[in-house]
T-cell receptor, first 113, second 115 residues
Framework: DTAVSQTPKYLVTQMGNDKSIKCEQN?????MYWYKQDSKKFLKIMFS???????INETVPNRFSPKSPDKAHLNLHINSLELGDSAVYFC????????????FGQGTRLTVV | AQSVTQLGSHVSVSEGALVLLRCNYS??????LFWYVQYPNQGLQLLLK??????LVKGINGFEAEFKKSETSFHLTKPSAHMSDAAEYFC?????????????FGTGTRLKVLA
């Protein structure tokens, strides 16, 4: 059973399009995240949700809109895609406890052409 | 804000040699530290974590890390490298902010294992 699953794994699209990435976790965690990994492998947090409520928004452009229909799901919708949005996007989840680790999905490689 | 610094973006070792990947943290409070591994085209997998119970932490795949407060370090080691250890390794720290925890990652170290 996959703990954190995200779809699709690969996404190739043209500039200006709108796309969504879906994420689901079956670990019963309270907290979910979106991270962006750039071409240099640098990982930066984008959003964090606790029990469906947005807690962290790390100065991400308004074109990125996360949605959490329930605490097991966190989707990411991106409007008007730009070349600079090309990256690997990771969904993760954790319990609300400092000494617990985050569990990561396999990532979605987004390529904007 | 807390941070972690990984010295050496690329490390090469021979198969069977010692692996040493460096991580230094910056924190005004006792940190909770993690090492993750990322294999090509995969997500991040936890290797080990420091939670103040013991300064020497053993993880999966023969890796271990030692927390040294005096040096603000949490270096990752493995006595004998295997070809399958070739991957990207990330040190991370969890930080309390805005009513939740977020994980702050270092810039990563790519480990290459030479036959």
């Amino acid at each position: 059973d996959t703990a954190v699953s995200q779809t699709p794994k690969y996404l190739v699209t043209q500039m200006g399009n709108d796309k969504s990435i879906k994420c689901e976790q079956n670990l019963g965690h309270d907290t979910m995240y979106w991270y962006k990994q750039d071409s240099k492998k640098f990982l930066k947090i984008m959003f964090s949700y606790n029990n469906k409520e947005l807690i962290i928004n790390e100065t991400v452009p308004n074109r990125f809109s996360p949605k959490s229909p329930d605490k097991a799901h966190l989707n990411l919708h991106i409007n008007s895609l730009e070349l600079g949005d090309s990256a690997v996007y990771f969904c993760a989840s954790s319990q609300l406890d400092q000494n617990t680790e985050a569990f990561f999905g396999q990532g979605t490689r987004l390529t904007v052409v | 804000a807390q941070s972690v610094t990984q010295l050496g973006s690329h490390v090469s070792v021979s198969e069977g040699a010692l692996v040493l990947l460096r991580c230094n943290y910056s924190s005004s409070v006792p940190p909770y530290l993690f090492w993750y591994v990322q294999y090509p085209n995969q997500g991040l997998q936890l290797l080990l974590k420091y939670t103040s119970a013991a300064t020497l932490v053993k993880g999966i795949n023969g890796f271990e890390a030692e927390f040294k407060k005096s040096e603000t370090s949490f270096h990752l080691t493995k006595p004998s490298a295997h070809m399958s250890d070739a991957a990207e390794y990330f040190c991370a720290v969890s930080e309390w902010t805005s009513g939740t925890y977020k994980y702050i990652f270092g810039t990563g170290t790519r480990l290459k294992v030479l036959a």
